[in-house]
Nanobody
Framework: QGQFVESGGGLVQPGGSLRLSCATS????????MGWYRQAPGKQRELVAR???????YYADSVKGRFTISRDNAKKSVFLQMNSLKPEDTGVYYC????????WGQGTQVTVSS
């Protein structure tokens, strides 16, 4: 099912940038599509970006043009470059395969505030 360790979150002012990283283990990483998910306070977890095994990317409308997802198969890692951050981007960010099963990591907190 895999294990996922997210890092790179923090407190940033509106308009700022962060780069999130996710290290994976326990899966044949290069064969899996991966997703970055976000859970805002009081809301359900949502998919904000996904990347296929061949690096095709999809973005939620709310982040399109500001976020970029990428992967490094050699390092079994997936990344999320977040630019032009807005307060509504605040939340805990998780990475995982797109499977509805499996365990979530601890996530990394992103707070966008002045």
């Amino acid at each position: 099912q895999g294990q996922f360790v997210e890092s790179g979150g923090g407190l940033v002012q509106p308009g700022g940038s962060l780069r999130l990283s996710c290290a994976t283990s326990g899966i044949a990483f290069s064969m899996y599509a991966m997703g970055w998910y976000r859970q805002a306070p009081g809301k359900q977890r949502e998919l904000v970006a996904r990347i296929s095994s061949s690096s095709g990317a999809y973005y939620a409308d709310s982040v399109k043009g500001r976020f970029t997802i990428s992967r490094d198969n050699a390092k079994k890692s997936v990344f999320l470059q977040m630019n032009s951050l807005k307060p509504e981007d605040t939340g805990v960010y998780y990475c995982k395969t797109l499977s509805p099963t499996g365990s979530w990591g601890q996530g990394t907190q992103v707070t966008v505030s002045s």
